[in-house]
């Protein structure tokens, strides 16, 4: 099943706590129950950024690994 994002971040080379930050602030002006797709790095991104996510309440519906980065998409709760 193929998840429509209802918005999307590129957010490779960009460092922690940053690539959260910026993926919490987006996920603020967003409605519950839309979608978020975030384009992290491998490594530390991808180790903390769905972590703090979930801990934040909202839900992982989909990661994808593409090379040396990862696509994640995050429904608002």
Do not use: W, Y
């Not at 959260?20 to 603020?28: A, G, I």
């Not at 979608?35 to 909202?58: M, R, T, Y």
């Amino acid at each position: 099943m193929d998840i429509k994002a209802d918005k999307s971040l590129d957010l490779r080379n960009v460092l922690c706590p940053i690539n959260f930050v910026k993926t919490k602030l987006q996920l603020e002006m967003m409605e519950k129950g839309q979608v978020l797709e975030i384009v992290i790095d491998d490594g530390e991104p991808i180790q903390n950024v769905p972590k703090s996510i979930k801990e934040e309440g909202h839900k992982i519906v989909e990661v994808k690994k593409e090379g040396d980065h990862f696509r994640l998409k995050i429904e608002k709760r």
